[in-house]
């Protein structure tokens, strides 16, 4: 068989792997980017959480809690959707160990959350998620007098380690500052189906992103 001696071989092997390139490449770039937009972007967190909004008494005159300033951490990512108005934003936040009722009891809540963010516009996402949250308690018992209307009660402390893990239906709203910062208010309901158990948490977020 004839064979082509006028190009050098090493020059015919250079070219021969240039051509295998042009064909591989926009299908190796296709795939790179499919693998670049799998996370759009990581979340870091950094808030307040209060449990139990309006339902938890936190003085001796009858009077509850509306605010709380357990700070609270976290980290996340936000990944696109095929519809570009939606994306999904997996979580993880904890609430910092925090002492109750004169260091009597001591908490500590985990969160493992996900949420389904709709952008509205530009500047504002909602999102509608649930959450798996974790909650441990360590009691060193005692006892506290409490008014309950027409006098007082004895309500008494634990005395032992305790863990609850609750489901939660949330809701929240998020003003997009810029591409790198953002506000949230986020919404935890307790036994949304039960009435007479029903609870609402929330946080205040202030978020940053930063692209993968």
């Known amino acids: ?13 250079a070219q021969k792997h240039e051509k295998r390139a042009v064909r591989e490449g926009p299908v190796a770039a296709k795939k790179n980017n499919s693998n670049d937009k799998t996370i759009e972007s990581w979340v870091l967190n950094f808030g307040t959480h209060t449990e139990y909004f309006n339902s938890i008494q936190n003085d001796t ?18 990944i696109p959707l095929s519809n570009k108005d939606f994306k999904f934003l997996p979580e993880f936040n904890w609430v910092l ?12 809540i ?11 516009f530009d500047w504002l ?12 308690q360590h009691g060193r018992g005692g006892s506290t007098k409490v008014n309950n209307g027409t006098g007082t009660s004895t309500f008494y402390y634990p ?8 489901n939660t239906l ?23 189906f039960v009435e007479e158990r029903r609870q609402v948490s929330y946080s ?9």
């Open 1 to 13: 068989m004839a064979q082509d001696l006028s190009t050098p071989r090493g020059v015919r092997k």
């Open 61 to 78: 005159s009858g009077g509850t809690r509306k605010i709380d300033f357990a700070p609270t951490i976290g980290g996340g990512m936000l």
């Open 97 to 108: 160990p925090q002492s109750a009722d004169s260091s009597k009891i001591i908490k500590n």
């Open 110 to 120: 985990l969160m493992f959350r996900a949420d389904l963010g709709y952008e509205a």
């Open 125 to 136: 996402r909602f999102r509608l998620g649930t959450s798996l949250i974790w909650l441990n």
């Open 159 to 166: 005395d032992e380690n305790r863990s609850s893990i609750n």
């Open 170 to 192: 949330d809701l929240g709203v998020e003003g997009l500052i810029n591409d790198e910062w953002s506000v949230r208010l986020q919404t935890y309901i307790y036994s949304v």
């Open 204 to 212: 205040l977020f202030v978020s940053y992103y930063w692209d993968r």
